[in-house]
């Protein structure tokens, strides 16, 4: 259809924009104001209202709202001297993924990583945001997981299989139909669990009098400007985003090493600059996170190949002319990245898995750098990127 057309998923439903043009998009992002506009989910504000939790970064617009929100959570997560506090919790997780899959691989001679990776993610998230691993793996394969941890994964897994199956309902749709759709039913159930798990967790802290900040939900309910319910809002959201994206890009990363032209060849450069940046140390640490370039550029060239969320999607900011097309304030954005991300004009041999792409930084080919720079855009750009960032990379 070309690098920009309009679309609607029903006759009475406004036309969005789909732009599928690097420089169109770099346009897009420069007509944001103080808090991009973006769609909002309105299953997620609807139970958020039932239930009286406040609605924190995830599914707001109101700018008052959202800067206090991301004020609290850019003061973990966006700073970079906050890492080395993350690390010894997510390489605890780690290590006991590598030994369950040693120990299963040896016995079996297979491993079933697909739970293995979203159960890293949950374990080390977990970690972060309570304090406390969820109990999702352990080094021993045969050892079942713990019921509890169980269901919360289902009801994580339930909480987005909802979320896409109320997502096509189109907005202009009233939500008072939505307590009667068996979908929203069960969407409130996966959440409630959550929720109520969040609750008990912040319980646990304050009568143990646990005041030292030691993890998110414990910072967050040291901030004199948060509510309790704000506090844990804010805790679920960073679960809820760190869960899926994460568990996901590390499958598929381990797909891509396994299964390019040069698997081998590229195995074994990943592993010479892991051995070299470990220097025999048996912990990661940050100064050998930061002798990674060549595994930044595999997971980069992973998330170009399989973006965790596309397309992204902005409501302009002012009116602005896209491709030689007037397009309106307040028009829907949908930002095309996957399409942009395989385009054989901007990305050679779109393809193939190639991280030595990003590692070629030559002067003469700036203009095709910022190129792709907008083309692929996995944790978005601005002022309503992905705060998690430097955790998910981390991780």
Not at 211 to 228: C, G, H, K, V, Y
Not at 236 to 257: H, R, S
């Amino acid at each position: 259809l070309g690098p920009i057309f309009k679309l609607r998923f029903a006759p009475f439903t406004p036309y969005m924009v789909s732009l599928a043009d690097p420089e169109a998009t770099s346009l897009v992002y420069k007509t944001e104001g103080l808090v991009p506009q973006r769609h909002l989910f309105p299953a997620w504000s609807l139970y958020r209202q039932q239930r009286n939790w406040p609605m924190a970064t995830s599914n707001t617009n109101d700018y008052d709202e959202w800067k206090k929100s991301r004020a609290c959570l850019g003061d973990f997560l966006m700073q970079m001297q906050n890492i080395p506090s993350w690390l010894n919790r997510i390489d605890n997780v780690a290590q006991d993924v590598i030994d369950r899959i040693e120990n299963e691989a040896k016995s079996n001679g297979r491993v079933t990583v697909t739970t293995l990776t979203k159960a890293f993610a949950l374990e080390a998230v977990s970690s972060l945001v309570f304090g406390k691993r969820m109990g999702c793996l352990s080094a021993n394969y045969k050892q079942p997981i713990e019921p509890s941890a169980q269901a919360f994964i289902d009801a994580v897994d339930g909480f987005f299989d909802t979320t896409q199956q109320l997502h096509v309902i189109p907005t202009e749709v009233s939500t008072a139909i939505y307590p009667f759709l068996p979908a929203y039913q069960k969407h409130v159930k996966h959440c409630d669990y959550i929720f109520d798990l969040g609750y008990k967790m912040m319980l646990e802290k304050i009568n143990t009098k646990d005041t030292a900040e030691s993890d998110l939900l414990t910072m967050f309910l040291n901030r004199p400007e948060l509510t309790e319910n704000e506090a844990i809002s804010l805790a679920i959201d960073v679960l809820f985003a760190g869960v899926d994206t994460t568990g996901n890009t590390l499958l598929w990363t381990m797909y891509c090493l396994a299964t390019a032209p040069n698997a081998l060849e590229i195995q074994e450069k990943l592993r010479d600059e892991i051995n070299h940046a470990m220097q025999g140390k048996s912990k990661f640490d940050s100064l050998a996170l930061g002798q990674l370039s060549y595994l930044r550029a595999c997971v980069k060239e992973t998330l170009r190949l399989f973006p965790s969320a596309t397309p992204n999607q902005r409501y302009l900011g002012e009116n602005v002319n896209l491709l030689g097309y007037d397009v309106p304030m307040g028009t829907s954005i949908l930002m095309a990245t996957y399409t942009m991300s395989h385009d054989p004009d901007i990305f050679k041999q779109p393809q193939v898995f190639n991280p030595d792409r990003w590692l070629r930084m030559d002067n003469h080919d700036k203009a095709l750098r910022l190129k792709q720079a907008h083309a692929t855009l996995p944790f978005g750009i601005g002022a309503r990127s992905c705060v998690g960032r430097r955790l998910a990379e981390t991780e």
